[in-house]
C-alpha cells in the first residue's frame, strides 16, 4: 500500500491551497481517510477525516469553517481544500488511510493504518 500526498508549499496568509493524496494497493472505498498535521516540536493532530462513500466527515475544531476534506473514490484520491490559511497551520500534512471497520471516525493524531510521507505546507504572515 502506498499513499502520495502532494500540493504543499509556501503560500502568504489568508490564502488557499488544496492538498491530494493519492491511494494504491488498496480497496479505497473500504478505508476511512483522514488528514493530519505536525509542526515542528509538536505532536501530530488530526485535521479532517472521511468514510468511504464521502458523506460521512468529521472535521478539527482548529480548521472548521476553513478546511474541507472530499475524495474521489474513483481516482483513489483524497483532497484537503485549505482556505483562509494562517501561519499557525504551517507543518508537514499527512494523509492516512485506515480500514472502516464502522467505528467511528478516531480524532486523534494516532491511526493504525497506512500513512504517507507528508507535505509541507508553511504559511507565512
Known amino acids: 500500500v502506498q499513499l502520495v500526498e502532494s500540493g504543499g508549499r509556501l503560500v502568504q496568509s489568508g490564502g488557499s491551497l488544496t492538498l491530494s493524496c493519492t491511494a494504491s494497493?488498496?480497496?479505497?472505498?473500504?478505508?476511512?481517510m483522514g488528514w493530519f498535521r505536525q509542526a515542528p516540536g509538536e505532536e501530530r493532530t488530526f485535521v479532517a477525516g472521511?468514510?468511504?462513500?464521502?458523506?460521512?466527515?468529521e472535521i478539527s475544531d482548529s480548521v472548521k469553517g476553513r478546511f474541507t476534506i472530499s475524495r474521489d473514490n474513483t481516482k483513489n484520491t483524497v483532497y484537503l481544500q485549505m482556505n483562509s490559511l494562517k501561519p499557525e497551520d504551517t507543518a508537514v500534512y499527512y494523509c492516512?488511510?485506515?480500514?472502516?471497520?464502522?467505528?467511528?471516525?478516531?480524532?486523534?493524531?494516532?491511526?493504525?493504518?497506512?500513512w504517507g510521507q507528508g507535505t509541507q505546507v508553511t504559511v507565512s504572515s
Open positions: 472521511i468514510r468511504g462513500g464521502g458523506y460521512v466527515k
Open positions: 494497493e488498496l480497496t479505497f472505498s473500504n478505508y476511512i
Open positions: 492516512a488511510a485506515r480500514y472502516d471497520s464502522g467505528t467511528p471516525i478516531t480524532m486523534t493524531g494516532k491511526w493504525l493504518g497506512y
